[in-house]
C-alpha cells in the first residue's frame, strides 16, 4: 500500500519563537531597570538619555530581525507543504534513479542497476574521495536489472569503512570505453518528509528526489 510519513516541525520556527520570547522577556526586564534608574537618579547630575536611546534602537532592530525570521519561517513552511504535495504525485509511479552510489555492509557492497545495451563493459568503483578501488570487467544484458557485487577488498588495502562508494560503468575496454549512466527503475511505493528533504522509497531502498532522473505512468 502507498504511504507517505507525517512532515516533521521546523525546527527554525521553534528557534524564531524561543528568541521572541526571550526577547519579550529581556525587554520587560530592561524597562524595569529604566525606570529604577531614572527614580533613583541624581537631579543634578542626570543621565545620559543617549544610552538610554540607543539601548532601546538596538531591541527595535532586533526585534525587526526576528519579525523578518518568523515571516521566512512561514514561507520556508509553505514550501514544505509544496513539496509534500508535489512529491505525492510520485507515489505509484515508474521512476529512473542515479544507483551508482551506496553504502557497504560488512562484506561489501551490491549494486543494482539496468543497462541500456548489451555488452563488454569496465566497471571501476571508488570511495567517497574518488580513489580507485577495483576496476574489472563484466558482461551485462541489455533492459534486464543486473546485480554486481564487490566483496569490499580495496586494491589499495585500505579498511572497507562505511562511507558510500560509487560504481562507474564504462561501455566497451581500454582507452576507448565511452561512460554511461547507472541507473535503476523501480515503481514508488511510498513518500518520507520525516527528513525535510523529500524521498521516495522504491523496492527497499529510500531514495532523495534529487537522484530521480526520469518518471513515467
Keep these: 500500500m502507498a504511504t507517505t510519513s507525517a512532515v516533521s516541525r521546523n525546527p527554525a520556527t521553534a528557534t524564531t519563537s524561543t528568541a521572541q520570547a526571550r526577547l519579550s522577556n529581556n525587554f520587560d526586564t530592561f524597562l524595569q531597570l529604566l525606570t529604577t534608574q531614572l527614580k533613583n537618579q541624581d537631579p543634578t547630575q542626570p543621565m545620559d538619555a543617549n544610552q538610554f536611546t540607543q539601548q ?3 531591541y527595535s532592530q532586533v526585534e525587526q530581525q526576528i519579525a523578518t525570521n518568523s515571516k521566512l519561517d512561514a514561507m520556508a513552511a509553505a514550501f514544505a507543504g509544496n513539496q509534500t504535495t508535489a512529491s505525492l504525485g510520485y507515489l505509484g509511479k515508474k521512476v529512473t534513479y542515479d544507483a551508482s552510489t551506496v553504502s557497504p555492509a560488512g562484506t561489501g557492497a551490491t549494486w543494482t542497476f539496468t543497462p541500456t545495451a548489451s555488452g563488454q563493459y569496465t566497471v571501476r568503483i571508488r570511495d567517497s574521495e574518488g580513489n580507485l578501488v577495483k576496476e574489472t570487467t563484466a558482461s551485462l544484458t541489455a533492459n534486464q536489472a543486473q546485480e554486481y557485487t564487490w566483496d ?34 523501480g515503481t514508488v511505493s511510498a513518500v518520507d518528509m520525516s527528513t525535510g528533504t523529500p524521498r521516495v522509497t522504491v523496492g527497499t531502498l529510500n531514495i532523495p528526489i534529487a537522484r530521480l532522473t526520469g518518471i513515467a505512468l
Excluded at 157 to 185: C, D, F, I, M
Design 56 to 58: 532601546l534602537v538596538q
Design 152 to 185: 569490499g577488498k580495496r586494491s589499495d588495502g585500505k579498511p572497507l569503512g562505511t562511507q558510500p562508494y560509487t560504481l562507474e560503468l564504462y561501455r566497451g575496454t581500454g582507452s576507448t570505453a565511452a561512460q554511461v549512466a547507472v541507473n535503476h527503475t
